[in-house]
C-alpha cells in the first residue's frame, strides 16, 4: 500500500501546526512539518543550506523544492510509518510541481486540509507568538507583511488548485482550538479515518 498524505494549508499563524499536533495524538499520523524540517537543516552543522534557508525564511520566501521535498522525503522513510499530514507544504508552483515529480506516483494524497483565518487575527497570533519567545526569525511584522504576500499570491493558487479538484476540506480557524479540532474531527470522520485504538 502507498504512504498516504495530508497537506495542511492555511495562512501563517492560521493554527496548522496546533492543529497537526492534536491529529498526530489521537490518530495514526505523524506530524511533518516543512517548516520544522527546514529550521532543523538550517541548523544542521556542515548545511549547505542553512544560509539560504535563513534568508528565505526571514523574507518569507519559498526554498526551493528540491530542498523541502527531499527532507520530507526523508522524514517519511525514517519515520517508519505510513500515514503523513504535512503541514505548510505545498506552498506554490514550484513546491506543486516538485512534489508531483519527486513524490506523486510514490504516495497516495488524500485530501488537503486548510485553515481559514482572517490576516489581523494571524498577525496578531504570530506576534503574540513571538513575544511569548517562539525564538522564530520570521515572527514579526517585516517578516509577517512578507509571508503574507507570499500566501496570498503563492500558496491561495494552489490551494484553488488542489480545491478544483474536489480536494479541500475547508475548516474555520477563527475559534478556540478544541473547537477548530472538532471540526477537524468531523473531516477525518467522513474521509473513514478512524481514532487510533487506545492499548
Ligand atoms: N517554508 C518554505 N517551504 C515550505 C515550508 C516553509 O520555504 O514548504 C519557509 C517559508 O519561508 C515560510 C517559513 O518557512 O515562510 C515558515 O514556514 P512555517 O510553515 O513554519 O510557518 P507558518 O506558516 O506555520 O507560520
Ligand atoms: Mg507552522
Not at 61 to 67: F, K, L, N, S
Not at 134 to 157: A, I, V
Request: aromatic residues 8%.
Amino acid at each position: 500500500m502507498l504512504p498516504e498524505v495530508v497537506f495542511v494549508l492555511g495562512a501563517p499563524g492560521a493554527g496548522k501546526g496546533t492543529q497537526c499536533s492534536f491529529i498526530a495524538k489521537e490518530y495514526d499520523f505523524v506530524h511533518l512539518s516543512a517548516g520544522d524540517l527546514l529550521r532543523e537543516e538550517r541548523q544542521r552543522p556542515g548545511s549547505e543550506y542553512g544560509e539560504m534557508i535563513e534568508e528565505k525564511i526571514r523574507n518569507g520566501q519559498i526554498v526551493p523544492v528540491e530542498v523541502t521535498c527531499s527532507l520530507i522525503h526523508k522524514a517519511m522513510m525514517n519515520s517508519g510509518k505510513s500515514r503523513f499530514l504535512i503541514d505548510g507544504f505545498p506552498r506554490n508552483k514550484d513546491n506543486l510541481e516538485g512534489w508531483e515529480r519527486a513524490m506523486s506516483d510514490k504516495t497516495k494524497l488524500l485530501f488537503i486540509l486548510f485553515f481559514e483565518c482572517s490576516r489581523d487575527l494571524c498577525t496578531e497570533r504570530c506576534l503574540g507568538r513571538g513575544a511569548a519567545g517562539s525564538g522564530r526569525s520570521d515572527d514579526n511584522l517585516e517578516s509577517l507583511q512578507k509571508r503574507f504576500n507570499t500566501y496570498l499570491h503563492d500558496t491561495m493558487p494552489i490551494i484553488k488548485h488542489y480545491d478544483r479538484k474536489g480536494l479541500v476540506r475547508k475548516i474555520n480557524a477563527e475559534v478556540c482550538p478544541e473547537d477548530v479540532f472538532d471540526c477537524v474531527k468531523k473531516v477525518f470522520r467522513e474521509a473513514g479515518l478512524e481514532k487510533r485504538i487506545a492499548n
